[in-house]
């Protein structure tokens, strides 16, 4: 079938991204659902620092690639072997497919699935396959890799089972794509990686897309929590949901720490504030990801003599099929007030400057509605 999607050509133009223009929206062919795979409309697509990342160059990925890896939308067609997906099912897309078969699948979320992570580097889905294609000047047919097992910066997705889980339709599509990334890496820093016991106060630094949802998760499970971020905008945005809200500099100078720290901004200052705020025998989890040649510095003393643990937590420690029901529910429950990431809706002609506005840090999660515009 025909579709329209956002397709990045060329790694590492420079911003500003509306004016470079990365990201070309066009017309591709997608074939059908292959064997374990099925066919998506998508209603709605997070825009993610991954995202970002890729446009970027600071995580390189095979191109030209169809973006867009946190979307929820509805089933339109089942492949060959499917039987727990219905047509007219809402599913929540998520970026790491777990193939239930590699020692990484046994571990409870802990390590991501090796499966699911090569094919997530090769850009195909998890069977290796790749669905997208485009004809090329030569009038030749062209392969488009895909983002992370979904792009859904695009009016359909075609995606591998073990990349969705269904939700009901009483969630909306645009929290229900959130549950894809944002939520299951910050709430799952919280729940599945730091697990505070209750009582126990929750520091998150770093109030992006992300961090804000580690602190709502933290919240809806009865926790104190500690925002931190060095933007001025992100600290009013977080203070409604926080019990308090610092710069990194007031962390320091008041000697502020928490038993469970998140460091979810991604950066080797943030890292280090994050070590710094934890509470002798308390637990630094790091989600955040930063450019890989980045270094922070730590003192080996400082985590003997505290008895701290640091913990790197990838998607948030998460098994999706498992822990976005319970997200769901939390919101279900007016407990998680996931409305309160969605900073913007942008139509599939806007993503160059979706990523502006994320890049510059004027957004949490900016919502691409594929049949806006």
């Not at 973006?67 to 790491?96: I, K, Y």
């Not at 948030?316 to 913007?344: K, M, N």
Request: net charge negative.
């Amino acid at each position: 079938m025909e579709i329209v999607g956002a397709v990045l050509e060329e790694v590492g133009r420079p911003a500003p991204y509306a004016t470079s223009r990365p990201l070309v929206v066009g017309t591709l062919d997608l074939d059908p659902p292959g064997p374990g795979e099925l066919l998506v409309e998508v209603e709605a697509a997070g825009v993610c620092h991954s995202d970002l990342s890729v446009v970027d160059g600071s995580r390189p990925r095979p191109v030209p690639m169809l973006l867009g890896h946190e979307a929820a939308g509805l089933v339109r067609e089942v492949g060959p072997g499917v039987d727990d997906v219905a047509v007219g099912d809402r599913v929540v897309m998520t970026f790491l497919p777990r193939c239930g078969a590699c020692a990484e699948c046994s571990t409870d979320g802990r390590l991501p699935c090796s499966t699911g992570s090569a094919a997530n580097a090769e850009g195909t889905l998890l069977g290796g396959a790749r669905r997208l294609h485009r004809r090329g000047d030569d009038g030749r047919r062209h392969d488009v890799a895909h983002h992370l097992g979904v792009s859904a910066f695009a009016t359909h997705a075609v995606v591998a089972r073990a990349s969705v889980v269904p939700v009901g339709a009483d969630v909306p599509p645009d929290v229900a794509a959130l549950l894809g990334c944002a939520v299951l890496t910050g709430g799952g820093a919280v729940l599945n990686a730091g697990r505070p016991v209750p009582g126990e106060a929750v520091m998150v630094v770093g109030l992006g897309g992300v961090g804000l949802a580690a602190v709502l998760v933290a919240r809806a499970l009865g926790h104190e929590v500690i925002g931190v971020d060095a933007l001025p905008g992100k600290l009013e945005t977080a203070r409604p949901h926080a019990s308090t809200v610092l710069t990194p500099d007031e962390v320091a100078d008041r000697g502020v720490t928490a038993p469970v720290v998140v460091e979810a901004a991604g950066s080797a200052r943030a890292f280090e504030t994050a070590l710094a705020a934890t509470a002798p025998g308390g637990t630094t989890v790091t989600v955040g990801l930063p450019s890989a040649d980045a270094r922070a510095s730590v003192s080996p003393l400082a985590l003997v003599a505290g008895a701290r643990q640091v913990v790197g937590s990838y998607l948030g420690s998460s098994v999706p099929s498992r822990d976005v029901p319970r997200y769901a529910q939390l919101w279900r429950e007016g407990r998680l007030p996931l409305e309160a990431l969605i900073s913007g809706r942008v139509s599939l002609d806007r993503v160059d400057e979706a990523m502006d506005d994320l890049a510059e840090g004027r957004a949490l999660r900016q919502v691409v509605v594929p049949g806006d515009g």
